[in-house]
């Protein structure tokens, strides 16, 4: 299914009513989506009720976009416009997160070739960020006068989001507030990050190495600065004018009478005066 992207947001048009089969999406991803979900609305009757709903055709079109979920939803004569909403990563969580994923070389080469990888998630984990639905994370809002808390046009807006995960999973990347696009190139970022920091502990190791002194001992107290900071102090200070030149010494003066006590020819002088 094609997306029309605008401003950070997708649109899909309607799932066509289904008869029968399952709600539930079926890849990795559209089934932790929906496992995380149902862990925070575990209350089987509105699921129920969603799942029977999601097959009818009657939501959409649906538009993702960071933060939210939303769909215009047709029940009999009523429209009702529902949102699911979700907390967006900030800029700090993303740096983590990335910088975590270039730890894993796997996980890098996937992402940069387009793909989602199924191991993302341990690098979730190890960043402590949220990507998958929690409590408190996930809320649904709809202006329809159900009784139940989501209401089942929430719940069947939910199953459907796992179908579009289905064919798209870098959605749920686009819902915590970044794009495709946006993802791979602050990925980039990281392992260029991660390659220059690289080259800086290489050469710190040369230089205990050559040296015998390690980090610690290199701190600018007189026994050198860790990770070279001497060195580095040393080219970010101003460049010091050299001294003036001393003055050129003078000429020899001609002598007036020659050593022998003959007086000399007078072109001879002359010819020494100018090549003085």
């Given amino acids: 299914m094609s997306g029309a992207q605008e401003s950070g947001a997708r ?3 309607a799932f066509a009513a289904r008869r029968g089969g399952r709600a539930r999406g079926q890849s990795f991803w559209a089934r932790a989506w929906v496992a995380a979900a149902e862990d925070v609305w575990p209350e089987e009757e509105p699921l129920k009720k969603g799942r029977s709903f999601a097959r ?3 939501i959409g079109p649906i538009t993702v976009s960071p933060g939210r979920v939303a769909a215009e939803v047709y029940g009999g004569e009523e429209t009702c416009t529902t949102v699911l909403t979700l907390q967006e990563l900030d800029a700090d969580e993303w740096d983590l997160l990335w910088e975590k ?8 080469e996937a992402l940069l070739a387009g793909e989602l990888p199924e191991d993302l998630l341990e690098a979730v984990e190890d960043a402590r960020v949220r990507m998958l639905p929690g409590y408190g ?3 649904a809002h709809c202006d329809c006068d159900a009784f139940d808390h989501p209401c089942p046009h929430a719940t069947a807006l939910s199953y459907q989001l796992s179908w579009l995960l ?3 999973p870098w ?3 686009l819902i915590r507030g970044r794009a495709p696009e946006e993802a791979v190139e602050e990925l980039k970022s990281a392992l260029l990050l991660r390659a220059l920091t690289g080259d800086d502990e290489e050469d710190e190791e040369d230089w205990e190495e050559e040296t ?3 980090g610690e001992g290199r701190d600018g107290t007189g026994e050198g600065a860790g990770s070279f900071e001497l060195q580095r102090e040393a080219y970010a200070r101003p460049a010091v004018p050299l001294p003036a030149l001393p003055p050129l010494p003078e000429p020899p003066a001609a002598p007036d009478e020659p050593l022998t006590g003959i007086e000399a020819d007078p072109l001879d002088r002359l010819a020494a005066d100018a090549a003085v």
Avoid: H, N, V, Y
Avoid at 101 to 108: C, K, L, Q, S
């Fill in 101 to 108: 994923t270039a730890d894993r070389p796997a996980e890098t």
């Fill in 171 to 173: 959605l749920l990347l």
């Fill in 137 to 139: 994370d996930l809320d």
């Fill in 56 to 58: 009818t055709g009657r």
């Fill in 212 to 214: 015998g002194e390690t």
């Fill in 166 to 168: 289905d064919e798209d």
């Fill in 11 to 13: 649109g899909f048009p």
